[in-house]
Every structure is written in structure tokens, then in C-alpha cells.
């Protein structure tokens, strides 16, 4: 009976300690794997990298885009980059360009 108090009493003593412990890691593991913790922080930190590396690709290509249009308008109009889509669009070459044909099971099928 004398060794059930000492139980009782020691874990009365002990329990505050061993809750505040159990809070602590259970904190400690979700501030780590939880889903606003460190590595969920890595996860969407190499998203936001990858996402703004595609953004700054796809500003470079609509650069390139708008300059080619600037070329084609009326006022600026570029003759070599004219004579380039009339070809293409109109499915014409130039005097000075060899043409190579290909058998029908190697050619590629057009681009629409």
C-alpha cells in the first residue's frame, strides 16, 4: 500500500512534466512535417522558383513575339521578315533556295 502512494505521489509530480514534453513534440514535429511547417515551406519555396524561372522564359518569348510583329506593322515594315512569312503562308521559295524532296514516309506532317 505504502509503495502505491509513492506511485501516485511521484506521478502526481511527474505528469505536468511528461504533458509539457508530449506538447513539445508534438509541436516540434508538426512546425516540421505539418502542412505549414519547414519542409512544406521548401516544397512551395522551389515551386515559387520554378514558376517565376517560367515566367521570366515566357516574358523573353512574348519579347521576341512582339518584336516580331512590331516588324510586320505598316510603318516599320521589315522586308526580309515580310518576304520570310509570305513564304511560309504562301508556300513559296526564293530563286536562290534548294529544295530537297523527301520520300512521303519520311516527310514530317505539317504544322497547322
Known amino acids: 500500500m505504502r509503495l502505491f502512494r509513492e506511485i501516485r505521489n511521484r506521478a502526481r509530480q511527474a505528469a505536468p512534466q511528461v504533458l509539457a514534453a508530449c506538447m513539445v513534440a508534438y509541436f516540434a514535429y508538426h512546425a516540421m512535417n505539418g502542412d505549414r511547417g519547414f ?38 515594315l521589315d522586308p526580309d521578315l515580310l518576304e520570310e512569312r509570305a ?26
Do not use: S
Not at 42 to 63: F, H, N, P, S, W
Not at 98 to 111: D, G, K, N, S, V
Open 87 to 112: 513564304q511560309a503562308i504562301l508556300n513559296y521559295g526564293a530563286e536562290t533556295d534548294h529544295m530537297i524532296l523527301l520520300p512521303p514516309e519520311l516527310r514530317r506532317p505539317r504544322e497547322p
Open 39 to 76: 519542409y512544406a515551406w521548401l516544397v512551395l519555396k522551389q515551386e515559387r522558383a520554378q514558376a517565376l524561372a517560367t515566367a521570366e522564359r515566357l516574358g523573353e518569348q512574348r519579347d521576341r513575339l512582339e518584336t516580331r510583329v512590331a516588324h510586320l506593322r505598316g510603318d516599320a
